[in-house]
């Protein structure tokens, strides 16, 4: 038992990818790298924004920093990986690596669940509850909320990581995605998972089901808000806003929940694989577009910003 303890923390793992080296593998990379330099460039640009510009230092906009940040570590954390095994053709990684990639993974995926929730909580109580709003939402409390997001989010991934690192691995050492996960990393396994699983789903009703429950409630007494304002304009307006916000959150959640609250026998790789591009790397490209480009003051602090680069560069 402790020679196969000491080799399932000793010997790599291999990553079997997403991609096929042939042309069309190199266009999919091509495509993926492109997808991850708009998702870096797109929210560092609007933490830079709203970093420097004082009008947006609201509670809203500094969720919104937080969330860009975790959509650059988080993209960061599988793409260049993936992207190096495949220009240099090895697909192995070490244990330690893999171990790294499953804990910032899973606080990433965790914190931005939280966060989102917060940031719909954020927006139910500024349409439907505006004159509370300096008491039930100002900075102290937005602080509070981000911290919060990621201290809970770093507890549940220490102790998820923890275990499925002490988990004996038998056999093959192939992992039929293009990163480290967890249920990808459960198949692995040579003893019954069963018990754990369990805990997986206590952590998604907490992470996922809950947190999703609170952004369709939040807006949903949005909405009805919306309804009795009198201007045709602003309710198109707030329907526009409020239905993009939740196609992000649907694209988000409704993966994350589809592949962590399955059971074990239910996931196939290729579902696994389609399932976590959409979190792992669509949708972080996707956030700074549907939470800030549609959004009068941040398109205002940017004509400003670049009106001020091009005064000084003239």
Request: aromatic share 12%.
């Amino acid at each position: 038992m402790w020679e196969e303890k000491n080799q399932t923390f000793v010997k790599d793992f291999i990553l079997l990818g997403l991609l096929h080296q042939n042309q069309y593998g190199f266009l999919f990379l091509t495509l993926i790298l492109i997808i991850f330099m708009a998702a870096i460039t797109g929210n560092t640009v609007l933490i830079l924004l709203i970093r420097f510009e004082i009008r947006l230092h609201t509670p809203m906009y500094f969720l919104l920093s937080h969330l860009s940040f975790m959509d650059i570590l988080h993209i960061s954390n599988i793409v260049p990986k993936m992207a190096s095994n495949f220009i240099s053709g090895k697909n192995s990684i070490s244990f330690a690596g893999c171990g790294v990639q499953i804990f910032f993974s899973l606080i990433f995926l965790g914190s931005e669940c939280l966060l989102l929730s917060a940031m719909s909580y954020d927006r139910y109580v500024a349409i439907c509850r505006p004159l509370h709003y300096p008491i039930l939402m100002n900075h102290r409390i937005s602080v509070l909320l981000a911290a919060g997001c990621w201290l809970v989010g770093t507890i549940n991934s220490t102790i998820h990581t923890t275990y499925v690192l002490h988990l004996p691995f038998c056999g093959t050492r192939a992992i039929d995605h293009f990163f480290c996960e967890v249920p990808a990393m459960l198949k692995l396994s040579c003893v019954d998972t069963s018990h754990y699983e369990g805990g997986i789903n206590v952590s998604g009703v907490v992470f996922l089901l809950t947190p999703f429950s609170i952004i369709l409630a939040s807006y949903h007494q949005i909405l009805r808000t919306v309804l009795h304002i009198k201007s045709m304009e602003a309710q198109k307006k707030a329907f526009s806003t409020c239905s993009s916000h939740l196609v992000v959150v649907i694209m988000y959640y409704g993966p994350c929940i589809f592949t962590y609250m399955r059971p074990r026998s239910y996931h196939t790789p290729g579902q696994d694989k389609v399932l976590a591009i959409l979190y792992t790397i669509l949708t972080p490209m996707l956030n700074p577009i549907i939470y800030s480009l549609r959004n009068k003051d941040v398109l205002c602090a940017l004509k400003k910003v670049l009106g001020k680069a091009l005064v000084h560069r003239n």
